[in-house]
């Protein structure tokens, strides 16, 4: 799994990044989900096409507590494919370039909150219930 490149399940999930602090819903199960610090920065880098090799590399370097980063980051990566968050990426989607940025701050593990208080307003969104190929506003054809 070290050499696997990952990408967001996308669509199904959408992501934004504000003050440091990665939120992520899964549109078709309603969950929302948070993650701050060193998952932010795992998120980053999955999102542009980084392996969990160089991932691991890049917080190597600030695991002063004598954590098993590479333990920790093939963990976490599990969590988020559990959730399915992510994906394997294809092989268009690998980037061998893509870089990891170094936290400032000590390496902690990685915590993934799931939120799920608001599964039935999300999931009652009538976005889901459209044709892939229209978009909103048409709604499916189920006939």
Excluded: C
């Amino acid at each position: 799994m070290e050499s696997a490149a990952f990408r967001v399940n996308s669509p199904t999930v959408v992501s934004d990044t504000v003050d440091r602090e990665v939120v992520m819903i899964h549109l078709d199960t309603g969950n929302y989900y948070s993650l701050r610090s060193t998952g932010a920065l795992i998120w980053d880098a999955l999102e542009r096409g980084a392996t969990v090799a160089s991932i691991t590399a890049a917080l190597d370097a600030t695991a002063h507590n004598g954590a098993d980063v590479g333990a920790v980051v093939g963990s976490f990566v599990d969590e988020l494919m559990s959730e399915a968050l992510i994906v394997h990426a294809g092989p268009s989607d690998a980037s061998s370039s893509a870089t990891v940025a170094h936290s400032p701050e000590p390496f902690e593990p990685p915590l993934l909150e799931k939120y799920t208080d608001m599964q039935h307003l999300i999931l009652l969104d009538p976005v889901h219930e459209v044709d892939e190929g229209e978009g909103w506003p048409r709604p499916r054809n189920d006939a």
